[in-house]
């Protein structure tokens, strides 16, 4: 029996005694950050009913999908995966498939459509639910719970965190603004923020903990606190936030993403500088340098503005590194516009930049502009000429660190190579060093090799 059910107020059971004591769950996250930290938290609820983690799928009870509905090819990959775990549900009777995160929120019906093997789908609104939905599940048959109303989730919830030094901390969900190539409006929602005092207890609490990274979370960060009622104030919340979160005893590193270059205020890039925990690292998403193509996308800003922001940036803060995100082939690029994306590229000296083809979207304007699309060979064209370019560029930046001596913060063993740690600069750059330290610690490294995505360090 497959029923769909909306719970408002909602109910959690967080403090039940545990049932699943012995079984085993496995999570597996597509997309992003904010996808990344969803999944942290329900392992924390999974962990707290007395389930642990398993890396092999026939061992696992509970099969959690966190979907991403970002790119098309994320939701291809997912209805793909979904198709092959038909098979896993019929040789693990009684293990149960949850399939929650944005493709479920958008397309809960087509999940079902799809794959009627699936034994609960869930939004991303409602979290807190999954152990009643498992309990549902498992005595009554498939169910979908999408809960539609938005709200920031209770820092009350356990969370299983993947890294003991390292964590990320929502400060808001949802997002205000109406970028056409962009789903997460209608998936998640308007902006809400968590309140800065609940924020700053759950920073506490890791910091107690032995965490000595955290990295604040929310689609467009500076907008931070505006629909809060706090005494009328205008001031920009966030960098009142990045000061008081960077003041934490214990916290000696705080990253934040991500800003928007609308939004992205002088007081947000004086608090980064004057707020030692603070890194010198700033995502900035410039997606084209074509102002036609910025309108079209209706990002707010236009390439002048972006400069400007971007050197006021590196005015304010010493030793910026800096990294964009940037769309090729958005629908009506002309090779003109495309010239414009390069010319800024190579002027904006980006530390790195994460570059994407555009994928429409069903749900979104610039999905609809079927007559505009840019045909994929040129497009693919396009994409090899700015990768080309900034890797160029990415290399350049890191040969000008060669020589210098850089605290970094190891991460774990080298996925690349053996008795090699991957490790971070505090600009967020990626150090290779011969050693086997464990993660959390700091080293003092003199940077002596730089490759385009990586630098080799020496412990000094
Ligand atoms: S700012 Fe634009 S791209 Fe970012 S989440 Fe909001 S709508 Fe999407």
Redesign the pocket.
């Known amino acids: 029996m497959t029923e769909t059910i909306l719970l408002s107020p909602r109910r959690s059971r967080v403090e039940r005694r545990p049932t699943r004591v012995g079984q085993r769950y496995f999570i597996r996250t597509i997309g992003c950050q904010m996808n990344e930290h969803d999944s942290e938290r329900i392992a924390g609820l999974l962990v707290a009913d007395g389930m642990s983690r398993t890396t092999h799928l026939d061992e696992a009870d509970v099969l959690f999908i966190n979907t991403c509905t970002i790119r098309e090819n994320a939701d291809n990959r997912l209805y793909g995966n979904l198709g092959q775990l038909k098979e896993w549900k019929d040789s693990r009777p009684g293990a149960l498939l949850v399939v929650g995160g944005c493709a479920a929120q958008k397309d809960r019906e087509l999940v079902r459509e799809r794959a009627p093997w699936v034994d609960v789908v869930m939004g991303t609104n409602n979290l807190d639910r999954i152990l009643d939905l498992l309990d549902y599940a498992e005595n009554w048959g498939g169910i979908t719970e999408v809960v539609d109303e938005l709200q920031a989730m209770p820092s009350s919830l356990p969370v299983r965190r993947e890294l003991t030094h390292s964590a990320w901390v929502s400060i808001q969900v949802g997002?205000?603004?109406?970028?056409t190539?962009?789903?997460?409006?209608a998936v998640r929602g308007p902006e809400i923020s968590r309140r800065p005092g609940d924020i700053l207890q759950e920073v506490g609490g890791l910091a107690a903990s032995g965490v000595v990274e955290i990295t604040l979370l929310g689609?467009?960060v500076d907008t931070y606190g505006r629909d809060l009622a706090l005494g009328g104030r205008r001031r920009p919340l966030f960098a009142e936030l990045l000061r008081q979160v960077g003041s934490v005893e214990g916290v000696r590193r705080v990253r934040f993403t991500?800003p928007?270059p609308a939004d992205f205020r002088l007081e947000v890039a004086q608090a980064m500088s004057e707020t030692e925990a603070v890194c010198e690292q700033l995502h900035l998403?410039l997606q084209s340098g074509s102002d036609r193509v910025l309108a079209a996308m209706h990002?707010g800003y236009n390439v002048t503005r972006y400069r400007q922001k971007l050197e006021m940036a590196r005015a304010t803060i010493p030793d910026l590194a800096v990294s964009t995100d940037i769309i090729v082939g958005f629908p009506g690029e002309s090779e003109e516009d495309f010239q414009a994306t390069l010319d800024m590229v190579e002027a904006s000296r980006f530390d790195q930049a994460f570059m994407f083809i555009f994928s429409p979207r069903p749900g979104t304007r610039a999905a609809e502009l079927t007559d505009r699309f840019v045909p994929s060979e040129v497009v693919k064209d396009r994409f090899d000429r700015l990768v080309e370019m900034q890797n160029r560029i990415s290399l350049e930046a890191n040969h000008s660190r060669v020589g210098r001596v850089e605290e970094i913060l190891v991460e774990g063993p080298s996925k690349k190579a053996a008795g090699v740690v991957a490790a971070r600069t505090r600009g967020g750059k990626l150090v290779h060093v011969d050693g086997s330290w464990p993660a959390g610690t700091f080293l003092t490294t003199e940077i002596t090799g730089a490759a385009p995505h990586h630098l080799v360090g020496r412990l000094v």
């Open positions: 997002c205000n603004n109406s970028c190539f962009c789903i997460v409006p689609q467009n991500s928007h998403p990002r």
